[in-house]
């Protein structure tokens, strides 16, 4: 089993910035790829950026140039840096983790993006 704990959302003005940070605990060894989707009102939820055990990233094309995911494997933390932030980027921010044989969830921080 792995929990996961996200903080660091809230309110930003457009062009703001914004650090989530997401702590694994549990059965961290068995960690493959951790990362983030977010679910704005309405829509489905939607893959945003995951790094991999060897630091290998992906962004989706909305997030390219802005924003930044960065892993410390000796914390079991993963960061995603948010720059240029857009009203579109407004929505819950979940942190996921992927072992072998499951995906686990965060609980999802709260971004809002104020134009």
């Known amino acids: 089993q792995v929990q996961l704990v996200e903080s660091g959302g809230g309110l930003v003005q457009a062009g703001g910035s914004l650090r989530l940070s997401c702590a694994a605990s549990g059965t961290i060894f068995s960690i493959n790829a951790m990362g983030w989707h977010r679910q704005a009102p309405g829509k489905q939820r939607e893959l945003v950026s995951f790094i991999t055990s060897g630091g290998s990233t992906n962004y989706a094309n909305s997030v390219k140039g802005r924003f930044t995911i960065s892993r410390d494997n000796a914390k079991n933390t993963v960061y995603l840096q948010m720059n240029s932030l857009k009203p579109e980027d407004t929505g819950v921010y979940y942190c996921?983790?992927?072992?072998?044989?499951?995906?686990?969830w965060g609980q999802g921080t709260q971004v809002t993006v104020s134009s």
């Open positions: 996921y983790c992927n072992t072998d044989s499951h995906k686990y």
